[in-house]
């Protein structure tokens, strides 16, 4: 579950991949943008976004993936709707300084589609602390941090120089410190590297690590239940 919330989070702060499809101004009878296609929502809980206090929800929707598409075409009029495999984006146009953003994943057929929504301010503050627990690479840029004060959980990304993403990983594990050991061992794999896995036992925790060849790296972490 915390690799998936981590892609979750990747998909929706990020975009989903730079091969998906953006369609704007879908026609449509309008309908509620609150939770739009009744979702089973499971969890809410808050998220604090660049120093912004925001709220996240956690839901199922049990229909087809191909169903829900054309549920959302008739529930939203002007919305960009962004679709990459078996992930969809909608965002929504801004209110009041604020965007209502939803992402969509089938997980797997046959499972219901996994929906998290938040609305996130159009603008986000560009100063804030980074923090400590999170490792940064000494040339990179932060642009992105989020806490989870439920899941005592951090969230951070930067952008960094583009290059070799198996050098990036090499680094930041060894900023990260040497309580933490790799788990995925990804870097071995010919360079082709992109993510990382870490684990550390005292106190027990997880981080997973991630860098982009567009250079955007990304790092989440969160204690380990005992």
Not at 46 to 68: A, T, Y
Not at 98 to 106: K, P, S
């Amino acid at each position: 579950m915390t690799r998936l919330f981590f892609l979750l989070l990747t998909a929706c702060f990020l975009g989903l991949t730079a091969r998906a499809q953006v369609f704007t101004l879908w026609p449509s009878a309008g309908g509620s943008t609150g939770n739009p296609l009744d979702a089973e929502i499971f969890s809410t809980e808050p998220v604090i976004i660049n120093g912004v206090e925001c709220e996240m929800k956690l839901g199922l929707i049990r229909q087809s993936f191909d169903d829900l598409a054309i549920a959302l075409r008739n529930h939203f009029r002007r919305a960009q709707i962004a679709a990459a495999g078996n992930n969809l984006m909608v965002t929504l146009p801004p209110e009041n300084g604020w965007l209502q953003r939803y992402l969509y994943i089938a997980i797997r057929r046959g499972m219901p589609v996994l929906q998290i929504s938040m609305k996130v301010p159009e603008k986000l503050p560009e100063n804030f602390v980074w923090p400590r627990q999170l490792p940064i690479l000494p040339s990179a840029t932060p642009f992105r941090v989020m806490v989870f004060p439920k899941r005592n959980a951090l969230y951070g990304s930067f952008h960094y120089p583009p290059g070799s993403t198996a050098g990036a990983l090499d680094q930041i594990t060894g900023i990260a410190g040497n309580d933490w050991v790799r788990m995925a061992h990804e870097s071995a794999n010919f360079g082709r590297a992109s993510g990382e896995v870490l684990i550390r036992s005292n106190p027990a925790a997880v981080m997973l690590v991630n860098f982009t060849r567009d250079g955007v790296g990304i790092v989440y972490t969160r204690p380990l239940e005992k």
